[in-house]
């Protein structure tokens, strides 16, 4: 499973952001996807994962402001974020799982800041 993560950037505080991902390969399988973050000096965590049947999860820093969604046909999985924080700054990965393996994208470098 290769992952394609896009959509990183710099945004003032406030502003807004719409990450995608999409997977190709051997994408039979795969049951669900999401997105972690790592800052720098910080350990990557969860940020919100969305499974096939629809059910998501975030941390809750990002609850309320984030919303994960997810298009089957097309084996994308997207990250809207809204009322972006200077602590939102981190690289944000894809993720995916498959028959109980993860798979990683590049990363997309996010920078909050005015």
């Known amino acids: 499973v290769q992952l394609q993560a896009s959509g990183g950037g710099l945004v003032q505080p406030g502003g807004s952001l719409r990450l995608s991902c999409a997977a190709s390969?051997?994408?039979?399988?795969?049951?669900?996807m999401g997105w972690y973050r790592q800052a720098p000096g910080k350990q990557r965590e969860l940020v919100a994962h969305?499974?096939?049947?629809?059910?998501?999860n975030y941390a809750d820093s990002v609850k309320v402001r984030f919303t994960i969604s997810r298009d089957i046909a097309k084996n994308a999985v997207y990250l809207q974020m809204n009322s972006l924080k200077p602590e939102d700054t981190a690289v944000y990965y894809c993720?995916?799982?498959?028959?109980?393996?993860?798979?990683w994208g590049q990363g997309t470098q996010v920078t909050v800041s005015s």
């Open positions: 993720n995916a799982g498959r028959f109980g393996m993860a798979y």
């Open positions: 390969g051997r994408i039979f399988g795969i049951d669900f």
């Open positions: 969305i499974t096939n049947g629809g059910s998501t």
